[in-house]
């Protein structure tokens, strides 16, 4: 953020502290102003943050520095033209009593706090529909609450019938109750899910039916909830890495380069340049591997499993590349803060020219039987259209916002890794519906490739590791011969990196769009906390907008389309 | 009735029955290994009885070993019973039955009797198969609402209206067709088809009444329920609709059943535009005067064909990787003997045939076998593009099925008749 827009924003809210981390500004504001503040971030025309990317909260309990309440609220904003980010703090004095909800500035806020509600047990006052969303509804506690005992195992096994919420949500689109028993308009319930073909996870879709038409619905999600932000808090810097991996499982390797390159940007550690050039290689290879998954499987959906081949043959080829490098298929675990596990092997970029061209050549094969066939585009144009507005308010990044029309990509808007010296563009879609969805990846594919082709000429030689000894491990020889390299590796494995106390937000250029970390840092070698921002978290928020009107068979392949992924949604 | 009589009664019942389950196998076997080849795959060739897998055949067995020995679930939860376990039967005997009018080869003339070659000798002919098929949908409505799921009753009411809707296009460009032909006799169709246009096209159907065949293929792939009218089923949407309570041989009834389905439609759309059991330019009578010439160019053919197989055969069948004693290469060796031995049989016949039986009733029996093989490869053909189709393209929504159904085929079919008769009066 520059120094006129952080003027700007003193000017504006004179009575708040405003400081800036790394890229972003931080306004402390007290909860009787939050809504204020946010709603002059929205709709300012000077600031206009469309984007609210994540809600989270801090648990102060155990934090060596005393602080002003025991909670804290953090909104994450993105202007997305003038690539601002914004975090509003608020302390929370009394969860039990809440502080005002920001739903109606912003639709993402609805499952935002819901979360924050569900894992520290602050109240929304005002919020439609405040309820658990990771956990189990009859869970008791909340996790993240540092007093939460973690050895308490609950087990819940109730299903939640959500005839409540999809009764709402009727009536909020005008179905009376004597529409509903009227036998000839009659409604029909229907799960989709949570262990459904098209769900390709576990999720739960709950919709109401008339006839083959979604009138109303709901979602369940959390079913692969397994605390990753609560481990985290557990473990050192480095440990956590290889939960990243299980993140978003397609593309695992990007959530580790993300997940490293944010506690990497906080150490001020500037990295290799190979190292850079690799994680460039290897998250856009990750990438064009995630949008094979997603396309195949939603042209599986559609019924084209031909494709699914095409597409996948060349997927699981590649795996051979990445078992070679990483030594293994999903869980890659390959970066490290500071630097990468290992360099290339030799003779890569043969085997990664083989793979790109046998990529390229699958692609084109499903392209051509889609890009001309008249079902497919039956079936996906103008079909679960989520219009511009609608798709910032959801907080909808990546593939599927680009699909609405918003040309905004973190690589070419915050370029780091020196993504601003190669040259690809940003497919951006006009109407926002499958089709536009579909075909961005399609392209995206053929982007990724370009850079990687371009990466790979440009890589230079040299290191992968940053010769810090405040990350790096120091070399075998020191260790065994020296007391000080022996002490070095000795603190470096069991009390992790240690990190500066502090607060900071970081992103990433995911596949699936913008996959954010939110760390709190006592000092120590643990996050104190670590929050992940998935990308279709957010998405998943606004899939009832999109498939509300059409049918069964469109809300199928549009789940498909938006590429959800339990292991991110859920952590 | 002679025992002649009784012996051909038996043969065109067992031909009738037998040859649409025979082919259960052959398509299930065609389906995945054609779904593989499309798909840049190897498909099933593991399952094998002492090392023989008949290029994958022997994992029908297999399957059918699996269905037998499954648990039969009849969910707690049906009211229906009773409904629940004869819907898969109704929808396998329709299937089944439905062949029972289709002529498989002409007319047999032996000793101044006439024997029909088709299951049931009946007039109904086209009818009959319109008939059976529209009653088929009852057995996939009655297993959707007996299972008491409502994946099934969607997947049952999806199923309903798509065979009412597709059997109106089905039948309107079908009349069209009985304009040309002027019959609705199965075999008479055929012999018609038997004729030359311009003295050198063969008058197929699909050359007489081109949007009547589209419009007919169209719907006789929604009739048979498959990709991309696979609503009734669409794994992805309705996990397997109507047949999703189903497990065992009772699944297994309504899997075959749509086998058969595909089998019969093939059958009948070859009846109707591909000349049936015709083979082209040679007409009955035209084999039954030249059969001693025909039967030396198959003396000929036959070896050249098994030669060039086999070669193919030993080529490609062998593994891929080095191992001692190629058990695939074995394999193929004993295939090649197998062949050989059915090449020389072949042969004897033929040179029997030749040698003391050439001229009156052999002739005849010799070009009914060459029409029910005719017949028989040219519905495999069809049935290839059956799978073709389900391997290409994705799957309509059900407004757009209905869309189609209604306001594209519905018109054309109505407007080809306009056409026709037009064509036809004004020619006549």
Same mark, same amino acid.
């Not at chain 1, 392209?367 to 066939?373: D, E, H």
């Not at chain 2, 050359?207 to 009547?212: K, M």
């Not at chain 2, 498959?226 to 899997?255: C, I, N, Q, W």
């Not at chain 2, 062949?339 to 042969?347: D, L, R």
């Given at each position: 953020m520059?120094?006129t827009?952080?003027?700007?924003?003193?000017?504006a809210?004179?009575?708040?502290t405003?400081?800036?981390? %790394?890229?972003?500004?931080?306004?402390?504001?007290?909860?009787?102003?939050?809504i204020? &503040?946010?709603s002059?971030?929205k709709?300012?025309k000077?600031?206009?943050?469309?984007?609210?990317?994540d809600?989270?909260?801090?648990?102060?309990?155990?934090y060596?520095?005393?602080?002003?309440?025991?909670?804290? +609220?953090?909104?994450?904003?993105?202007?997305?033209?003038?690539?601002?980010?914004v975090?509003?703090?608020?302390?929370?004095?009394?969860?039990d009593?809440g502080?005002?909800?920001?739903?109606?500035?912003?639709?993402?806020?609805?499952?935002?706090?819901?979360?924050? *509600?569900?894992?520290?047990?602050?109240?929304?006052?005002?919020?439609?529909d405040?309820?658990?969303?990771?956990?189990?509804?009859?869970?008791?506690?909340?996790?993240l609450?540092?007093?939460?005992p973690?050895?308490?195992?609950?087990?819940?096994y109730?299903? !939640?019938?959500m005839?409540?919420?999809?009764?709402?949500?009727?009536?909020?689109k005008?179905?009376s109750?004597s529409?509903?028993q009227?036998i000839?308009?009659?409604?029909?319930f229907?799960?989709l899910?949570?262990?459904?073909?098209?769900?390709?996870?576990?999720?739960?879709i709950?919709?109401?039916?008339d006839?083959e038409t979604?009138?109303?619905?709901?979602?369940?999600?959390g079913?692969?909830?397994?605390?990753?932000?609560?481990?985290?808090?557990? %473990?050192?810097?480095n440990?956590v890495?290889?939960?990243?991996?299980?993140?978003?499982?397609?593309?695992?390797?990007?959530?580790?380069?993300a997940?490293?390159?944010a506690?990497?940007?906080?150490?001020g550690?500037?990295?290799?340049?190979r190292?850079?050039?690799?994680?460039?290689?290897?998250?856009e290879?990750?990438?064009?591997?995630?949008?094979?998954?997603?396309?195949?499987?939603?042209?599986?959906?559609?019924?084209?499993?031909t494709n699914?081949?095409?597409?996948?043959?060349e997927?699981e080829a590649s795996?051979?590349?990445i078992?070679?490098?990483?030594?293994?298929?999903? &869980?890659?675990?390959?970066?490290?803060i500071?630097?990468?596990?290992?360099d290339?092997?030799?003779?890569?970029?043969?085997?990664?020219?083989?793979?790109?061209?046998?990529?390229?050549?699958?692609?084109?094969?499903?392209?051509?039987?889609?890009?001309?066939?008249?079902?497919?585009?039956?079936?996906?144009?103008?079909?679960?259209?989520?219009?511009?507005?609608?798709?910032?308010?959801?907080?909808?990044t990546?593939?599927?916002?680009r699909?609405?029309?918003?040309p905004?990509d973190?690589?070419? !808007?915050?370029?780091?890794?020196?993504?601003?010296?190669?040259?690809?563009?940003?497919?951006?879609?006009t109407?926002?519906?499958?089709y536009?969805?579909?075909?961005?990846?399609?392209?995206?594919?053929?982007?990724?490739?370009?850079?990687?082709?371009q990466?790979m000429?440009?890589?230079?030689?040299?290191?992968i590791?940053?010769?810090d000894?405040?990350?790096?491990?120091?070399p075998?020889?020191?260790?065994?011969?020296?007391?000080?390299?022996? =002490?070095?590796?000795?603190?470096?494995?069991?009390?992790?990196v240690?990190?500066?106390?502090?607060?900071?937000?970081?992103?990433?250029?995911?596949a699936n769009?913008?996959?954010g970390f939110?760390?709190?840092?006592?000092g120590?070698?643990?996050?104190y906390?670590?929050k992940?921002?998935?990308?279709?978290?957010?998405?998943?928020?606004?899939?009832?907008?999109?498939?509300?009107?059409?049918?069964?068979?469109?809300?199928?392949?549009?789940?498909?389309? /938006?590429?959800?992924?339990g292991?991110?949604?859920?952590? | 009735?002679?025992?002649l009589?009784?012996l051909?009664?038996?043969?065109?019942?067992?031909?009738?029955?037998?040859?649409?389950?025979?082919f259960i196998?052959?398509l299930v076997? %065609?389906?995945?290994?054609?779904a593989?080849?499309?798909?840049?795959?190897?498909?099933p @060739?593991r399952?094998n009885i002492f090392?023989?897998?008949?290029?994958?055949?022997?994992?029908?067995?297999?399957?059918?070993?699996?269905?037998?020995?499954?648990?039969?679930?009849i969910?707690?939860h049906?009211?229906?019973?009773?409904?629940?376990?004869?819907?898969?039967?109704i929808?396998?005997?329709?299937?089944l039955?439905?062949?029972?009018v289709?002529?498989? =080869?002409d007319?047999?003339?032996?000793?101044?009797?006439?024997?029909?070659?088709?299951?049931?000798p009946m007039?109904?002919?086209?009818?009959?198969?319109?008939?059976i &098929?529209?009653?088929?949908?009852?057995?996939?409505?009655?297993a959707?609402?007996?299972?008491h799921?409502?994946?099934?009753?969607?997947?049952?009411?999806?199923?309903?209206?798509?065979v009412?809707?597709?059997e109106?296009p089905?039948?309107?460009?079908?009349?069209?067709?009985?304009?040309?032909y002027?019959?609705?006799?199965?075999n008479?169709?055929?012999?018609?088809?038997?004729?030359l246009?311009?003295?050198?096209?063969?008058?197929?159907?699909v050359?007489l009444?081109?949007?009547?065949?589209?419009?007919?293929?169209?719907?006789?792939f929604?009739?048979? @329920?498959r990709?991309?009218?696979?609503?009734?089923?669409?794994?992805?949407?309705?996990?397997?609709?109507?047949?999703?309570?189903?497990?065992?041989?009772?699944?297994?009834l309504f899997?075959m059943?749509?086998?058969v389905?595909?089998?019969?439609?093939?059958?009948?759309?070859?009846?109707?535009f591909?000349?049936?059991?015709?083979?082209p330019?040679?007409?009955?009578?035209?084999l039954?005067a030249?059969?001693?010439?025909?039967?030396? +160019?198959?003396m000929?053919?036959?070896?050249?064909a098994a030669a060039l197989?086999?070669?193919?055969?030993m080529?490609?069948?062998k593994?891929h990787?080095?191992?001692?004693?190629?058990p695939?290469v074995?394999?193929?060796?004993v295939?090649?003997?197998?062949i050989?031995?059915?090449?020389?049989?072949?042969?004897?016949?033929?040179?029997?045939?030749?040698?003391?039986?050439?001229?009156?009733?052999?002739?005849? /029996?010799?070009?009914?076998? +060459?029409q029910i093989?005719?017949?028989?490869?040219?519905?495999f053909?069809?049935?290839?593009?059956?799978v073709?189709?389900?391997?290409?393209?994705?799957?309509?929504? *059900?407004?757009?099925?209905?869309?189609?159904?209604?306001?594209?085929?519905?018109?054309?079919?109505?407007l080809?008749?306009? /056409?026709?008769?037009?064509?036809?009066?004004?020619?006549?």
């Amino acid at each position: 953020m520059n120094a006129t827009a952080l003027e700007k924003l003193q000017a504006a809210f004179p009575e708040a502290t405003i400081s800036t981390v %790394l890229d972003s500004a931080v306004i402390a504001v007290q909860p009787e102003r939050l809504i204020e &503040t946010l709603s002059h971030l929205k709709n300012d025309k000077d600031f206009k943050f469309s984007l609210l990317l994540d809600v989270t909260a801090i648990d102060y309990l155990e934090y060596p520095v005393a602080q002003e309440a025991r909670f804290a +609220l953090v909104y994450t904003l993105r202007n997305w033209q003038k690539n601002m980010v914004v975090q509003v703090r608020t302390p929370v004095h009394d969860p039990d009593a809440g502080v005002p909800t920001a739903t109606h500035l912003w639709d993402s806020a609805n499952w935002g706090e819901r979360e924050v *509600y569900d894992q520290y047990g602050i109240r929304f006052i005002g919020h439609p529909d405040l309820r658990r969303i990771l956990n189990h509804w009859q869970f008791k506690g909340h996790p993240l609450r540092k007093d939460y005992p973690i050895k308490l195992g609950q087990i819940c096994y109730e299903t !939640d019938s959500m005839e409540k919420e999809i009764r709402a949500r009727l009536a909020l689109k005008g179905v009376s109750q004597s529409t509903m028993q009227d036998i000839n308009t009659e409604i029909m319930f229907l799960n989709l899910g949570p262990s459904h073909p098209v769900t390709h996870g576990a999720i739960r879709i709950l919709t109401a039916l008339d006839g083959e038409t979604i009138v109303a619905n709901v979602n369940e999600i959390g079913y692969l909830h397994r605390g990753f932000e609560k481990t985290a808090e557990n %473990l050192t810097y480095n440990q956590v890495i290889p939960l990243t991996d299980r993140l978003n499982y397609c593309s695992a390797l990007m959530n580790n380069i993300a997940y490293v390159k944010a506690v990497e940007s906080w150490l001020g550690i500037e990295i290799t340049e190979r190292t850079k050039f690799m994680r460039v290689v290897m998250s856009e290879f990750f990438r064009i591997q995630d949008h094979l998954v997603c396309i195949a499987a939603n042209l599986v959906d559609m019924g084209g499993l031909t494709n699914y081949w095409y597409l996948y043959n060349e997927k699981e080829a590649s795996y051979d590349l990445i078992s070679r490098l990483t030594g293994a298929r999903l &869980t890659s675990s390959f970066t490290r803060i500071g630097g990468m596990y290992r360099d290339f092997y030799e003779g890569w970029e043969a085997d990664m020219e083989n793979h790109i061209k046998n990529i390229e050549k699958g692609v084109s094969d499903s392209y051509k039987l889609v890009a001309q066939n008249r079902i497919v585009h039956d079936r996906t144009q103008g079909v679960c259209v989520m219009s511009k507005d609608l798709a910032l308010s959801y907080g909808f990044t990546g593939p599927c916002l680009r699909a609405s029309g918003v040309p905004f990509d973190l690589r070419k !808007d915050a370029p780091y890794y020196n993504y601003d010296a190669f040259d690809f563009e940003v497919p951006v879609g006009t109407k926002g519906d499958l089709y536009d969805r579909l075909m961005i990846r399609y392209e995206e594919i053929f982007q990724s490739i370009k850079i990687i082709r371009q990466a790979m000429k440009m890589i230079p030689e040299g290191p992968i590791f940053v010769s810090d000894h405040r990350v790096a491990l120091p070399p075998k020889s020191q260790v065994y011969g020296k007391i000080e390299g022996l =002490a070095n590796h000795f603190k470096l494995i069991f009390e992790g990196v240690k990190t500066p106390p502090g607060e900071w937000y970081d992103s990433f250029e995911a596949a699936n769009g913008e996959l954010g970390f939110h760390f709190v840092s006592d000092g120590s070698g643990r996050p104190y906390k670590v929050k992940v921002r998935p990308p279709c978290f957010y998405i998943m928020g606004g899939f009832h907008e999109m498939v509300e009107g059409s049918m069964i068979a469109d809300a199928v392949i549009n789940l498909g389309c /938006i590429n959800i992924i339990g292991g991110e949604l859920d952590r | 009735m002679s025992q002649l009589d009784i012996l051909l009664v038996l043969l065109r019942v067992a031909v009738g029955a037998f040859v649409p389950l025979c082919f259960i196998a052959v398509l299930v076997w %065609l389906e995945r290994r054609g779904a593989a080849f499309f798909q840049d795959r190897a498909g099933p @060739n593991r399952a094998n009885i002492f090392g023989f897998r008949a290029a994958g055949l022997v994992q029908n067995a297999a399957d059918g070993i699996k269905l037998i020995f499954k648990e039969d679930v009849i969910p707690g939860h049906s009211a229906h019973k009773f409904y629940f376990v004869l819907a898969p039967l109704i929808v396998f005997f329709c299937a089944l039955v439905s062949f029972a009018v289709v002529p498989f =080869a002409d007319t047999l003339v032996l000793e101044g009797k006439q024997y029909i070659m088709q299951g049931i000798p009946m007039d109904l002919g086209i009818l009959w198969f319109l008939a059976i &098929t529209g009653f088929a949908v009852y057995g996939i409505i009655l297993a959707g609402w007996s299972s008491h799921n409502k994946y099934g009753v969607l997947g049952a009411l999806r199923a309903s209206a798509q065979v009412i809707s597709y059997e109106i296009p089905m039948g309107l460009a079908l009349v069209s067709l009985l304009v040309v032909y002027g019959t609705i006799n199965l075999n008479e169709i055929v012999h018609f088809q038997g004729k030359l246009l311009f003295g050198f096209i063969p008058m197929w159907g699909v050359v007489l009444q081109p949007l009547a065949a589209v419009i007919f293929i169209v719907s006789a792939f929604a009739e048979t @329920n498959r990709t991309p009218f696979d609503l009734a089923e669409g794994e992805s949407e309705l996990v397997a609709g109507f047949h999703v309570e189903y497990s065992a041989m009772k699944f297994a009834l309504f899997f075959m059943g749509e086998y058969v389905a595909m089998f019969v439609s093939s059958s009948i759309i070859i009846t109707l535009f591909f000349g049936g059991y015709q083979i082209p330019w040679l007409s009955t009578e035209t084999l039954v005067a030249y059969a001693k010439p025909v039967s030396m +160019l198959l003396m000929g053919l036959v070896p050249v064909a098994a030669a060039l197989f086999c070669g193919w055969m030993m080529k490609n069948n062998k593994s891929h990787y080095d191992r001692p004693n190629d058990p695939r290469v074995r394999e193929a060796k004993v295939y090649r003997i197998i062949i050989w031995m059915m090449v020389v049989v072949v042969e004897a016949v033929l040179v029997g045939y030749l040698l003391y039986a050439a001229g009156g009733a052999a002739d005849r /029996i010799l070009v009914v076998l +060459l029409q029910i093989v005719t017949f028989l490869v040219k519905t495999f053909m069809m049935c290839f593009v059956y799978v073709w189709v389900r391997w290409t393209l994705p799957r309509f929504r *059900y407004d757009q099925l209905q869309l189609l159904g209604w306001k594209m085929l519905l018109p054309l079919a109505l407007l080809n008749i306009f /056409i026709t008769s037009a064509v036809v009066v004004a020619l006549s």
